[in-house]
């Protein structure tokens, strides 16, 4: 089940600045339950299997409820010797429950500085120029029930136990971005202009027992060329970076 609200307002204040705001907030909740799967620990207790006093077959260990799970021999009619009852024992159900969270709030302001002389005196059109801040924070909660965090998972076929998580990755950043164009409207230039952005993050990480931050920077620059308005040309040096999500970073490995 997930869902997301998202809220934002645009204007302009002092009749040369274009500004924007934005609010975001997402949900997403989840119910893995499994039916029918074997659990380990009834499935040894209903095989170690006895006599009783009267010859018949019970579980030696002789704890309540549970029934013989005979899946090695076949009734004299070639029937199953597997009871309804013994199934309910030995089947069980597995669940999980939890979900994500993400809260974005952010601004920029832009504006077009050629309004105050700052542009190349071969281009009709100034330095455009934008700033903004943003805030993100991303959560994960992740609690199975006791029997799928046992050391083996609880049920055959699983391969692991999953275990409870809980954490969260907040950001801060701030970036800005600027184009300059050099030459516009000229026979063989129809638009020369240079420009890049950058972003600083700054991450504080907390959960499967730690806390850490720290941070880093993107940033790219490039240059446009188009000798017509039917060609560009575009050369670009960036820096990329990718942080890992709550669920790459806080999951344990080898786990479900």
């Known amino acids: 089940t997930t869902w997301r609200a998202v809220a934002g307002l645009r204007g302009t204040f002092a009749d040369e600045y274009d ?19 074997l659990a380990i620990e009834r499935v040894q207790d209903a095989f170690y ?4 006093e009267n010859g018949n077959p019970v579980c030696r260990s002789g704890n309540q409820g549970c029934v013989p799970f005979n899946i090695f021999q076949r009734a004299p009619d ?54 903004g801040v943003e805030y993100r924070k991303d959560e994960l909660s992740n609690q199975p029930d006791e029997t799928s965090q046992r050391p083996d998972g609880g049920f055959t076929g699983v ?6 998580v809980e954490g969260e990755i907040e950001a801060q950043e701030f970036y800005a971005e600027a184009q300059l164009p050099l030459v516009t409207g000229r026979a063989g ?10 972003r600083y993050s700054d991450y504080t990480i907390d959960g499967a027992g730690a806390n850490n931050e720290f941070d880093t920077d993107t940033y790219h620059v490039f240059l446009n060329y188009s000798p017509n308005q039917s060609l560009r040309l575009r050369a670009q040096y960036q820096r990329a970076v ?4 709550v669920i790459e970073l806080f999951t344990p490995q080898g786990t479900n």
């Not at 299997?49 to 009783?52: G, K, L």
């Not at 309910?88 to 302001?109: A, P, R």
């Not at 230039?189 to 952005?197: P, R, V």
């Open 242 to 245: 990718r942080a890992p999500n």
């Open 159 to 164: 391969g692991g136990p999953s275990l409870p």
């Open 49 to 52: 299997i006895v006599a009783d």
């Open 189 to 198: 230039i129809d638009n020369l202009s240079i420009g890049g952005a950058y």
């Open 78 to 131: 070639g029937g199953s010797l597997v009871t309804q009852e013994a199934v309910d024992y030995v089947t069980g159900v597995g669940v999980v429950v939890g979900g994500t969270k993400q809260t974005i709030f952010g601004g920029n302001v832009q504006t077009d500085f050629g309004r105050f002389g700052v542009a190349s005196p071969f281009a009709d059109a100034g330095l455009g120029a934008l700033v």
């Open 19 to 37: 500004f924007e705001v934005f609010g975001q907030f997402s949900e997403v909740t989840n119910s893995d339950i499994s039916l029918n799967d």
